[in-house]
């Protein structure tokens, strides 16, 4: 059976993280696909949320002196306030401190073991408690190749745990990858993990004995379920199973899960092997995206040059910083923050391309229609180009969006409006105002109006805040949250005799703001 709605995912993040830029990178992303997908008319559920079991957060919470509970329902809010100050359009939150969740990661451990997949033993080696990882024999021989103050901490552990036969799924996982090459992507990420895969899976300890902070295994609460076996099974919680199997099935499998580049191992090696065991159907994308360094430098607590996502969207607005993230590296690659490269961002593609467009032709109309878009005559050559390559960005634009590369989608729009500011230039409407040229007048000014319509309704996803505002300044009276993308495509679509409004700049250049 093939599910109706398009299914969104971030990871969800450490309960006891602070929230930085990291955190706001894959939310932002996961929001631009799932409104552009509402756009295009589909059903989307869209899930994030916060990982509040496992050592880390037992511990973290020890030191202050309070339960791990107390401690998730202090520090959760942080991460409810990060989706409203980014404009994010979440359809569910998930804590895995919830009994819903509680269910369906037991259910998913008990049919492992139904599977034969699971049996107890005892784990002797070491651990990260930070990244929540136990450590294989390679990963052990890299870190002990680092210089002792870049090596992560790790412990030695040795308890009695269940383990789960990983090395079962070698051949099938290699198999699977090859029917299915868009399960990793960008592509390049897809031979890390074949060579990952191929280098030999060990059977993996799923359950800790010396802590208590966890979801207990079924039947032997000794145990606490190991926390990226939890964590991973959010994903199908927030989607009713196992017991709203209608909701189950209307959602699952994941279209995209988005996961930073340092997680894709257990996105797409562990996980669809517990999926394969359980025998339910295995997501269709795992999508690994880079990381941000910040002034050239490894964002760290240590270092104090961690981005607070908060700030950055107070000072410049969430649209400026969602565009911005978007725009500046190809998802998928490593990329820097500045604050330098986020304001040349601004006064450059916002404020000179974007404004500027907006601000000159809204006026004209206002100067010379009395406020009205007017009326067309004829289209000219010219005037059919710029119709033809608006059709054209759109097709560019939705490929781009398809394949989940916001940077060449947003290229596009941007190449486009480069297209329209020398139409403007070129037919110079000032010019006609002045010789009373009215047909021609009014047939610029109509096409540039019918072209903004057209960048509004692309840029919707992006940053939703000013499109909407721009809609309303073209004179539309319908919300632009309710349009259909495919909309950008009747040219025409901004009626003769709308009413628009200039207005304040929607994008200062930002020495002026200052
Ligand atoms: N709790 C796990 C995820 C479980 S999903 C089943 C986790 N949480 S986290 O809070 O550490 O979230 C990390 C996310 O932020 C990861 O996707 C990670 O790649 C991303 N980032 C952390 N630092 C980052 C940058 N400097 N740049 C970009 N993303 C980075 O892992």
């Excluded at 359009?89 to 139904?114: A, G, L, M, P, Y």
């Amino acid at each position: 059976m093939m599910s109706n709605t398009f299914y969104v995912t971030t990871p969800i993040y450490y309960v006891n993280d602070v929230p930085h830029i990291g955190h706001a990178y894959t939310t932002i992303a996961a929001d631009v696909i799932a409104r552009y997908r509402r756009q295009r008319g589909e059903r989307v559920f869209f899930l994030t949320g916060t990982d509040e079991h496992g050592q880390k957060i037992e511990r973290t919470a020890e030191a202050a002196g309070e339960t791990p509970i107390e401690l998730a329902n202090r520090v959760v809010k942080r991460f409810e306030q990060l989706s409203q100050a980014l404009n994010i359009t979440n359809d569910d939150f998930i804590r895995t401190t919830e009994k819903r969740h509680e269910t369906t990661v037991q259910e998913i451990f008990k049919r492992i073991e139904e599977s034969g997949d699971i049996y107890l033993s005892e784990y002797e080696g070491w651990y990260d408690v930070r990244e929540e990882a136990f450590i294989t024999g390679t990963q052990l021989e890299e870190i002990l190749s680092l210089p002792e103050s870049k090596r992560p901490k790790i412990e030695k552990v040795k308890e009695e745990s269940y383990f789960f036969r990983l090395s079962k799924y070698q051949e099938p996982l290699l198999r699977y990858y090859e029917e299915h090459p868009e399960f990793v992507r960008p592509g390049y990420r897809l031979n890390e993990v074949v060579s990952f895969v191929e280098s030999g899976l060990k059977d993996l300890s799923i359950s800790r004995t010396t802590f208590s902070w966890g979801i207990p295994v079924p039947g032997n609460s000794k145990h606490v379920i190991y926390v990226w076996f939890d964590a991973l099974t959010n994903y199908l919680t927030a989607t009713g199973f196992p017991d709203d199997t209608e909701t189950y099935q209307d959602i699952w499998p994941a279209d995209i899960h988005l996961v930073g580049k340092d997680i894709l191992r257990f996105h797409a090696v562990y996980w669809p092997a517990f999926l394969m065991s359980a025998g339910l159907p295995l997501p269709k994308t795992v999508f690994a995206h880079g990381w941000w360094t910040v002034e050239g430098e490894k964002m760290s607590k240590s270092t104090g040059n961690v981005v607070d996502p908060f700030q950055v969207a107070d000072e410049f607005g969430a649209d400026v910083f969602r565009y911005f993230l978007l725009r500046e590296i190809p998802f998928g690659q490593d990329g820097d923050y500045s604050h330098s490269a986020i304001i040349s961002r601004v006064n450059g593609d916002l404020a000179n391309s974007l404004g500027n467009l907006v601000s000159r032709t809204l006026g004209m109309i206002e100067r010379y229609c009395e406020g009205k878009v007017p009326a067309p005559d004829s289209l000219e050559k010219t005037d059919e180009n710029i119709r033809d390559s608006a059709l054209s960005a759109v097709s560019k634009f939705e490929n781009a969006m398809n394949e989940t590369a916001f940077h060449k989608a947003l290229v596009s729009v941007w190449d486009y409006l480069a297209i329209a500011n020398k139409y403007v230039d070129d037919q110079a409407p000032w010019v006609l105002a002045k010789e009373k040229n009215e047909e021609r007048l009014g047939t610029v000014l109509w096409s540039i109006v019918q072209s903004i319509g057209v960048v509004t309704i692309l840029l919707y996803p992006y940053m939703p805040e000013s499109a909407e505002e721009l809609w309303r300044r073209l004179g539309a009276s319908e919300p632009l949250s309710s349009v259909n993308l495919s909309q950008a495509r009747d040219w025409g679509f901004i009626e003769t005799g709308s009413k628009v409004e200039k207005g304040e700049s929607l994008f200062p250049k930002y020495e002026e703001a200052k």
